[in-house]
């Protein structure tokens, strides 16, 4: 049976939720073997289904969005060579450097506009020439939806300006997607369309599509073998998940609509905010299912632990608080969070 800790709003991230019954029904039924041998049957065709959705020849499935972000640096980019990133974007500040750990890669941070996407002209600025004693520049990478900027949705002419500069270069693009659907939903369209032409993309199971486990890499098929093999290297390698693909199947068949209740949700929240003066909100607007805000008179880790003795968690993110919707929040848990938050400013 589902759970659902009692009395409690967890809004710290859309990685807290419950996988439904129906889901794990489909993992318990799923059809496995060893995969490393590729003859995991539910994984083969959880890897299907991921690159038919995003439009790309092949996937490979991984046990998280960090390491999908890194199996791609590592297939992109040489050691010594440089990673064009955005300033705030999550494969910098919250991977743990792992594509400088393991890879030797060197992070180059760019300013990005306030919706997390990189400036294009900074782009052009930041590839190294060919020639010379430069390091050579092995990829660039963007975020959508962006974390950091309020779980922004990028559009699609905002990518198409990035892509033309780097493919210009020869340069590949790899987007973080963690949270492609989100995107993709709140500009109504679809995924494919929406990362066309981007070389190679991670997307996440584990966030609002409410699986235990997983992310999916999806690009070209010789990509996606280089991927893979990285992927071994790092001890990704796994036997019977489809258990686990059974999962993603399941969401990816079930859950990508209903994160438009998500978006709802953090909009309702967003417009209730306003009217409590002792609260900054941090979000211009509310794209997705993610709202940061500060409050003005207490310090920000009081306001988290008093929320929390009120039955409701909140994320303490980059110095501000960050709440996410989910599967498992629904509008009246909304109501109930704005009381606590009025109440804890009392
Ligand atoms: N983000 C987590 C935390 O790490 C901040 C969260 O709660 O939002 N890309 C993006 C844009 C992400 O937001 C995350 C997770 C990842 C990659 C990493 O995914 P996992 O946690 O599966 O390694």
């Keep these: 049976m589902t759970t659902k800790s009692a009395a409690l709003i967890d809004l710290r991230s859309d990685t807290v939720t419950q996988p439904p019954d129906e889901m794990r029904r489909a993992m318990a039924a799923a059809v496995v073997g060893d995969d490393v041998y590729r003859e995991d ?17 092949s996937a490979v499935f991984v046990p998280s969005g960090s390491m999908g972000n890194l199996v791609s640096g590592l297939s992109w980019c040489s050691r010594g060579s440089e990673a064009i990133v955005g300033e705030n974007s999550h494969i910098l500040l919250n991977e743990v450097g792992a594509l400088a750990a ?6 180059r941070p760019i300013p990005t506009n306030d919706k997390g996407m990189l400036n294009p002209d900074e782009v052009r ?6 020639e010379g004693f430069f390091p050579t520049t092995g990829m660039v990478e963007i975020e959508n939806t962006h974390n950091r900027a309020g779980g922004t949705a ?21 987007l973080d997607g963690a949270r492609i659907f989100n995107a993709a939903i709140a500009q109504s369209m679809p995924v494919d369309e929406l990362v066309a032409n981007i070389d190679s993309l991670t997307f996440c199971l584990s966030k609002g599509l409410s699986c235990p486990v997983g992310s999916l890499v999806c690009g070209s098929e010789e990509f996606i073998n280089k991927a893979r093999k990285f992927r071994k290297m790092l001890g990704g390698g796994m036997r019977q998940a489809g258990i686990l693909a059974a999962a993603g199947i399941w969401a990816l068949n079930n859950m990508v609509s209903r994160l438009i209740e998500d978006h709802d949700n953090a909009q309702k929240m967003f417009s209730l905010l306003q009217n409590i003066s002792e609260i900054e909100v941090l979000n211009k607007s509310v794209d997705t299912n993610m709202v940061y805000l ?13 929320l929390k003795e009120k039955g409701v968690l909140v994320g303490s993110m980059y110095g501000s608080v960050r709440m996410v919707t989910h599967y498992g929040i629904n509008s009246e848990d909304i109501d109930a969070t704005i009381e606590a938050i009025e109440h804890t400013l009392k």
């Design 41 to 57: 049957p539910t994984i083969n065709d959880l890897e299907i289904l991921a690159a038919k959705i995003t439009g790309k020849e």
């Design 102 to 107: 393991f890879g030797a890669v060197q992070m």
């Design 125 to 130: 600025k930041t590839i190294r020439p060919k």
């Design 154 to 174: 990028i559009s699609r002419s905002e990518i198409e300006e990035v892509l033309e500069i780097a493919h210009q270069s020869d340069i590949p693009v790899h």
């Design 294 to 306: 500060r409050p003005r008179n207490i310090e920000t880790g009081l306001f988290v632990s008093r």
